[in-house]
């Protein structure tokens, strides 16, 4: 039996969900913050359920061979990375082993996970950033959020991200100091500066940088783009979003284009891409491209396949593989994304790619019903995965091949289990690393159609 303030030793065998580290005691489960798999810690029970429990560690007995020093200084406060503490060959086999584990306890499927797919250099990969500003001591701050909080830790260089923030954050300060512009206080709702969000083209080297301003003008407009200009290199878009609501949500419903075009490109593989200040986009182009290529890879196509993508967003899978298909149907429940997806087939010239807006569980089956059948569904679907009956007209449309893109293990596994229920053979699982240091992992699958 445990209680509340027990001090105990345990080794840690496994990572939960938020990347924390998983241990038994008498067959009882304790998750730890901070521990990694092949850790020997002593931990101070700080909570008791019924079926789990959570510790504090508080001295490390013997360390994981894993075990290593975050980059970055302040890895352990904020929220952003969660498996720093863990080296990158450690994080890699612990996301396999995960889906792994994950597919034969919830699907009952047996079958070997490849080696995550990782990147050579698993630092500076995110395009995009998202800095809330505050002040301390009468300066301005810019960083992040601590973790489970909103107050903001100052950091100007984000291991994470791509290193030019570092530049646009230096810019922001002097800008904010010099000009005695406010900053917004969330709690008192006063203030005008509320956030500043970044996207870079890492092929381009284009840049955009977007302030959010809690009152409709921005002061010393004029010198602040200069100062951008100046200081940015590739700046190639400036913009301005008032957001004057008591909200979490970043971005209001005004957007003005204060320098440049309004948007920024990118490129994964061969494909362009405009990015808005809102638009979607992957976070991680690198290993977005590794993720599609693979999903191509599994389609298998020759040229003569027609292709239905669901939960197609702004079309990056359907157009990717439009490149190598007869047609690709795109099936997406935001109508915004799908007028990105059309604009994005146009500025790439294909029109082999037809976009429908609806939910999925609405759409495929009407598809179905008009007779549309194909030899390659992919499916790509937000973490609760696809609703039973997007898989039943899937299994009634009868396509040689599945390609299942998934950000969670857990209905990755309810699902691939549904398919092969339905004749459906799980033949390829690759995990994909798209979030460096964090604990999200992302798979690609592919099942084919077992022979009647
Ligand atoms: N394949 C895309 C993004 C997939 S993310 C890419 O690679 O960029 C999952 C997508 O599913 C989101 O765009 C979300 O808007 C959409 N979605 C969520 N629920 C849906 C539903 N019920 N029907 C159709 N699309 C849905």
């Known amino acids: 039996m445990i209680n509340v303030n027990d001090v ?22 304790v998750f730890v913050e901070g521990g990694i798999p092949g850790d020997h810690l002593k931990v101070k029970i700080t909570k008791v359920k019924k079926t789990y429990g959570m510790g504090r560690m508080i001295e490390i007995m013997t360390a994981s061979p894993n075990r290593t020093e975050p980059r970055c200084p302040i890895a352990d406060v904020c929220g952003g990375c969660q498996i720093m503490h863990m080296d990158y060959k450690g994080q890699l086999e612990m996301k396999r082993k995960r889906v792994e584990e994950t597919l034969a306890r919830i699907g009952k499927i047996e079958t070997t996970v490849h080696a995550t797919l ?10 995009k950033a998202q800095f809330p500003i505050g002040v301390m001591d009468g300066k301005a701050i810019l960083g992040f959020y601590k973790k489970g909080s909103h107050e903001i830790v100052d950091t ?16 922001m300060k002097h800008y904010i100091d010099s000009f005695g512009v406010t900053v917004y206080d969330e709690k008192k709702r006063v203030g005008l500066l509320r956030h500043v969000i970044t996207k870079v083209g ?31 290199k590739g700046l190639k878009t400036v913009a301005h ?16 284009t204060l320098h440049g075009e309004g948007y920024i490109t990118d490129y994964i593989g061969d494909l362009k ?17 590794a993720l599609y290529e693979k999903a191509l890879e599994y389609a298998n196509l020759t040229g003569e396949e027609n292709v239905l993508d669901i939960y197609c967003g702004i079309g990056t899978i359907s157009l ?26 146009k500025i790439n010239n294909l029109n082999n790619a037809e976009f429908h807006v609806g939910k999925a569980e609405e759409v495929v089956p009407q598809l179905y019903k008009e007779g549309i059948r194909t030899e390659v569904v992919v499916v790509d679907p937000p973490r609760k995965g696809c609703e039973e009956s997007v898989l039943e007209t899937i299994v009634n449309m009868e396509p040689k091949r599945v390609v299942y893109v998934s950000c969670n293990p857990a209905t990755l596994a309810r699902d691939l289990a549904y398919l092969e229920e339905h004749g459906y053979k799980t033949q390829e699982v690759q995990p994909v690393d798209m979030f460096p240091h964090s604990s ?12 009647k």
């Not at 999200?440 to 022979?451: A, I, K, N, P, Q």
């Open 8 to 29: 105990i030793e345990m080794e840690i065998k496994d990572t939960g969900h938020n990347g924390e580290g998983v241990g038994r005691i008498d067959g009882f489960t």
């Open 440 to 451: 999200h992992v992302e798979t690609v699958v592919l099942m084919s159609r077992v022979d």
């Open 273 to 289: 891409f405009n990015i808005s200040p809102q638009s979607f986009f992957q976070v991680n182009p690198m290993q977005t491209k």
């Open 202 to 232: 890492f092929t381009t080297g284009e840049v955009m940088v977007v302030l959010i301003t809690n009152g409709k003008q921005l002061p010393h407009k004029k010198e602040l783009i200069d100062l951008l200009i100046e200081g940015v």
């Open 320 to 345: 990717f593989l439009a490149q190598k298909a007869k047609k690709v149907y795109g099936v997406e429940v935001v109508e915004a994304a799908i007028e990105d997806a059309k604009h994005n087939a």
């Open 156 to 171: 100007e260089y984000c291991h994470i991200q791509s290193p030019i923030n570092e530049t646009i954050a230096k810019v």
């Open 241 to 256: 979003n008032i957001n004057e609501k008591n909200t979490n949500v970043i971005f209001g419903s005004k957007t003005k």
């Open 118 to 127: 990782g990147m050579d250099n698993p630092y500076e990969y995110r395009n």
